[in-house]
């Protein structure tokens, strides 16, 4: 991901994430603790720093001031501090794609006795610096932006700072903590009042570098002056990385989770209250209070989650969690919008605009809101190609989204993930793979087993049916009724697999029948099926998804082998056996576990998968069904095939009370399948216009 041209994911969908994560060191409190240990005085040791891109802005910062590092590992430092007076860098300190970097720095260089420049990347370029000038500048300090419209470079001269009382215009971490960092060095006393709580993780770390802080109502009170001794910090996981594991757990259902040692700071934590809200199935666990940040393990088990309003004094406490709360209301039941977050549109991107953007993408309908936006929550979504715009957080919270397509999903410019949690991509791989891709053995396996005790046994075990991930498309019909074509119609349209099951049964009848086994003789052909080896894989043709069926390590050919007279003739005898429908009944099922399914058949909108809310049947008069059939140079007794189908006692050729039924008599393939994807856009999948 990280390295070579051009940077993009393939995201694989994947029904649940199962496992254990320990995500990296906070980014905020590494930043902080560099800043702190680097100003202190004696040497301070920091544990889980993360070594992402915006913290190594920092740290390089500080070594080019003459700060010595010791490293031990990538998450392990050891810095000597330079007692609150740094060196003058020789040319400007890169801030790379980091806001709350540039905005703490700038508070403790207007504070050095030396002109310094802070510079960033195109992202950092277009921030707003205005909101720290305006307070610096009360402190006295001498600070101007170098860029149109208060934007960076920041360009600082040596002045002496004196406290103010600030009231903060914008509830802002990196704005309350610029001052607090400049109010160290200022004369008297620095208040900084904050109508809602922001993070306070800078209160917390002066406090572990000796530094006291009186806190009350708001109230952020500094004495300046106060010396910073050396440290011994530990960094917790960061809450803000880990959010994108716990939105995801908490929205695929049968999900199962643990985060381990993740910081807990509930200024930090609103992500949980409003999952909660939602629906979520979240234990909390504090395990130790790290002199100052609390942190301990969470366990999140996933759930059809609703749709909620996030708005008001909650945003700040989820600023970073909003493009996966976005993600997550999109996977939700109903509408979930987000108000009053207008501060998404100065982040590394626009984020509104970016995930707005992208949920379209993905199919979702979402109304932009000029501090927000309104989503439309679904099951599921299609697979799209996407940009991060250059943003982490929006590249890893599309990650998550593309779990949720029916295909692949591509996220172009995914270097960026890198500035706040390397090692993302092998954590998504880790998660999503513990959920079985290779799901060829194990439904065999699984049959095999069931027919075991089929044969010879006299009570037929039910089969126990869990909740299917992804939505089934049921066309069953009468022969030559235009199933197979149309049912393949609808897959290419949707992007989702085509399983024909009437091949299923024809394919092991031909096999029965090379065998040369008598298909009247029902306990030889079940005792014969007890010894093939059936599995099924997923062939991509182009841009069509289509499930074959393997028997015995070989494929059958559609024509010569499926479509024989012999095969014709024999394969309703052998369907209309119950143990046999019984011993493919799990096999059909299993697919639908692995992949959206168009799945064709006689039985499957009534015994198969009687729970989808999508079925349809068709059918057509029976000469306008035998000439199909003629044409199509097929010898096939299609009157005699349906009364068998019709009759037998074993799941019967019907159709479902709650089917849509089709005459497709006059009716050309094409009008059928714009009908049925009309039906099916009216229910809610996300079909373009263009294609329903
Ligand atoms: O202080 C901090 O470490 C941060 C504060 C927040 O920014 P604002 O203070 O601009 O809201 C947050 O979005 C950012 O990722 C980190
Ligand atoms: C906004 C973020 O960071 P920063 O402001 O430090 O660039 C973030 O990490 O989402």
């Known amino acids: 991901m990280a390295s070579g041209t051009p940077s993009y994911l393939i995201v694989e969908p994947c029904p649940v994430i199962k496992g254990e994560i320990e995500v990296p060191g906070d980014k905020s409190i590494s930043h902080r603790a560099i800043m702190l240990a680097s100003l202190a005085r004696g040497k301070s040791k920091i544990r889980h720093f993360l070594p992402s891109e915006d913290c190594l802005c920092t740290l390089k910062?500080?070594?080019?001031?003459?700060?010595?590092?010791?490293?031990?590992?990538?998450?392990?430092?050891?810095?000597?501090?330079?007692s609150g007076i740094l060196d003058p860098p020789f040319e400007a300190l890169d801030c790379g794609n980091s806001g709350t970097m540039m905005r703490l720095m700038a508070g403790i260089l207007s504070a050095q006795p030396f002109y310094s420049r802070l510079v960033g990347d195109r992202s950092l370029s277009r921030r707003p610096m205005h909101r720290i000038i305006e307070p610096l500048r009360l402190m006295e300090a001498k600070i101007r932006a170098e860029g149109e419209g208060n934007t960076p470079p920041l360009f600082i001269e040596p002045s002496s700072l004196k406290g103010i009382e600030y009231k903060l215009p914008i509830p802002s971490a990196q704005v309350k903590s610029c001052i607090l960092f400049a109010g160290l060095f200022a004369s008297g006393i620095t208040r900084v009042i904050e109508s809602v709580p922001s993070r306070d993780h800078t209160e917390r770390l002066f406090e572990q570098f000796g530094v006291r802080t009186l806190r009350e109502n708001g109230h952020i009170v500094l004495h300046g002056g106060m010396k910073l001794e050396s440290a011994d910090i530990v960094v917790p996981g960061d809450f803000s990385s880990a959010a994108f594991w716990i939105g995801a757990a908490a929205a695929l259902p049968n999900s199962e989770l643990r985060v381990r040692s993740v910081g807990l700071n509930p200024t930090r934590t609103g992500l949980i209250k409003i999952l909660l809200r939602m629906g979520a199935q979240i234990e909390e666990f504090v395990?130790?209070?790290?002199?100052?940040?609390?942190?301990?393990?969470?366990?999140?088990?996933?759930?059809?989650?609703?749709?909620?309003?996030?708005?008001?004094?909650?945003?700040?406490?989820?600023?970073?969690?909003?493009?996966?709360?976005?993600?997550?209301?999109?996977?939700?039941?109903?509408?979930?919008?987000?108000?009053?977050?207008?501060?998404?549109?100065?982040?590394?991107?626009?984020?509104?605009?970016?995930?707005?953007?992208?949920?379209?993408?993905?199919?979702?309908?979402?109304?932009?809101?000029?501090?927000?936006?309104?989503?439309?929550?679904?099951?599921?979504?299609?697979?799209?190609?996407?940009?991060?715009?250059?943003?982490?957080?929006?590249?890893?919270?599309?990650?998550?989204?593309?779990?949720?397509?029916?295909?692949?999903?591509?996220?172009?410019?995914v270097d960026c993930i890198s500035t706040s949690y390397p090692g993302f991509e092998q954590d998504l791989n880790a998660l999503t793979h513990s959920f079985s891709k290779d799901w060829i053995e194990e439904p065999n396996k699984k049959i095999r087993g069931f027919i075991e005790r089929l044969t010879g046994a006299d009570k037929l075990e039910p089969v126990k049916k869990k909740e299917i991930p992804y939505p089934v498309i049921t066309i069953d019909g009468t022969t030559a009724s235009g199933k197979s074509t149309v049912a393949q119609e609808i897959a290419k349209a949707l992007g989702f697999t085509y399983f024909n099951t009437g091949a299923l049964y024809r394919a092991v009848t031909w096999r029965i029948l090379s065998l040369g086994y008598d298909v009247h003789d029902e306990e030889k052909v079940v005792e014969a099926c007890s010894r093939l080896k059936l599995r099924c894989a997923i062939q991509k043709i182009d841009s069509f998804y289509k499930a074959t069926v393997i028997l015995d390590e070989r494929v059958p050919d559609e024509k010569t082998d499926l479509r024989s007279a012999e095969v014709n003739a024999a394969v309703s005898i052998v369907a209309s056996y119950a143990r046999i429908r019984e011993w493919l009944l799990p096999f059909q099922r299993e697919l639908a576990y692995q992949t959206p399914l168009v799945v064709e058949g006689r039985d499957m909108g009534s015994v198969v998968f009687p729970e989808s809310p999508y079925k349809f049947f068709l059918d057509a008069q029976l000469e306008e069904r035998e000439k199909r059939r003629e044409k199509q140079g097929e010898k096939d007794d299609v009157e005699k095939r349906d009364r068998l189908d019709q009759s037998r006692s074993s799941a019967p050729l019907l159709c479902p009370a709650d089917a849509v039924r089709l005459d497709t008599t006059k009716l050309s393939i094409e009008k059928v399948v714009d009908k049925i994807l009309d039906v099916l856009w009216k229910k809610g999948l996300p079909i373009t216009k263009s294609k329903a």
């Not at 493009?323 to 501060?343: K, Y």
Request: glycine share 10%.
């Open 61 to 82: 910062a500080f070594e080019a001031m003459g700060v010595r590092v010791e490293k031990e590992g990538k998450t392990t430092l050891f810095v000597e501090g330079k």
């Open 287 to 413: 395990e130790s209070d790290m002199k100052g940040e609390p942190i301990g393990s969470l366990w999140i088990r996933g759930n059809k989650l609703k749709g909620t309003v996030i708005e008001g004094d909650e945003i700040v406490g989820v600023i970073d969690e909003l493009p996966i709360l976005a993600v997550v209301g999109a996977l939700a039941e109903g509408v979930t919008e987000i108000r009053n977050a207008q501060e998404l549109r100065v982040k590394e991107t626009d984020r509104i605009k970016a995930i707005v953007t992208n949920l379209r993408a993905f199919g979702v309908e979402v109304e932009e809101l000029v501090d927000g936006m309104r989503i439309q929550g679904r099951d599921f979504v299609q697979p799209a190609r996407v940009e991060s715009f250059g943003d982490h957080r929006i590249a890893m919270a599309f990650a998550i989204l593309a779990l949720r397509a029916s295909r692949a999903s591509r996220i172009d410019d």
